[in-house]
């Protein structure tokens, strides 16, 4: 199968994310992907995307965060890409989430949805950017 994909741009700004999602949506559609496998990759890119947004930049200055989204042989893949703090999401640990609500940690709930949802995930640092790619498999 030939590849097939969509790139992005959005800035740091939240209301971009659900741009994002929506044309990722639409992408995802048109191919036919079963409506269950887009709501969680689009679940796993609006995490991601809303952590880029509200903590890569603490500057606050305008920013762009690219997205490039790919569907080749039955495999759904995203990559995000950002100029922001070096932050590797993958080496950061697993929530409790067996824990009481009282007694757990703010924060890492979205990082454990990517895990949990996603087959694969990859975090890379270059050239002043980060790149975190995530794929999972898209049964027919």
Known sequence: ????????VVTNALAEVARATERVEAFCRDRGIPTRTVY??????????TNAV?????DGGRHEIEVR???RDGDLTA???DDGDPFDPLAQ???DVHAALADRKVGGLGIHLLRSLMDAA?????DGRNHLTFRTRVDP
Do not use: C, K, Q
Request: proline letters at 8%.
């Open 79 to 81: 990559t995000v890409s």
């Open 122 to 126: 990859a975090y890379r640092r270059v």
């Open 93 to 95: 640990p697993s929530p």
């Open 1 to 8: 199968m030939e590849n097939d994909g969509l790139s992005i």
């Open 40 to 49: 969680h990759f689009v679940l796993a890119l609006e995490e991601v995307l």
């Open 54 to 58: 509200s903590y890569a930049f603490p």
């Open 69 to 71: 989204i790919e569907f």
